[in-house]
């Protein structure tokens, strides 16, 4: 019995020491990002750091009453998702301007140095996420 109750006390000291072994693991593997989804009252520009961490960055943009992010062009490559509302991503192509209807579920992807602008229709909020260079 003493040898049953002590394998007992061992086996979950073990399980104890593997579940905090694996926790520690797992809070440095993932972060929940804290995205709204409600386009509420607020400033014309909201930006929302997200994640930030070595290269990559994550970031919420919130645009209100038509308000708009000038044209310019990042030197990495990023993924545009509409997260709320509606507005429009404009692209310039050569004498043209290629325009993207921006609404919930819409994902862009851009590579580096893309001239663009981004239009609220009449508020929009979007994810922007930038991918780091390649390691060379």
């Not at 104890?16 to 694996?22: D, F, M, P, R, V």
């Not at 490559?77 to 050569?94: A, D, F, K, R």
């Not at 580096?112 to 239009?119: C, G, Q, R, S, T």
Request: proline share 5%; with cysteine.
């Amino acid at each position: 019995m003493k040898n049953y109750l002590f394998a007992l006390i061992v086996c979950l000291f073990l399980i104890k020491a593997e579940y905090k072994a694996w926790s520690s693991i797992s809070e440095n593997r993932f972060k929940i990002l804290p995205v709204k989804t409600n386009l509420s009252e607020g400033k014309e520009r909201e930006i929302i750091a997200l994640f930030e961490m070595n290269q990559r960055k994550i970031v919420q943009l919130t645009l209100r009453n038509g308000t708009r992010l000038e044209s310019h062009k990042v030197n990495v490559p990023i993924l545009i998702q509409c997260i709320s509302g509606e507005g429009e991503l404009l692209v310039p192509n050569n004498e043209t301007i290629d325009v993207i209807k921006l609404e919930p579920g819409i994902t862009v992807s851009l590579e580096p140095d893309i001239l663009h602008e981004v239009v609220a229709k009449p508020a929009v909020s979007i994810m922007l996420i930038k991918f780091p260079e390649e390691s060379k």
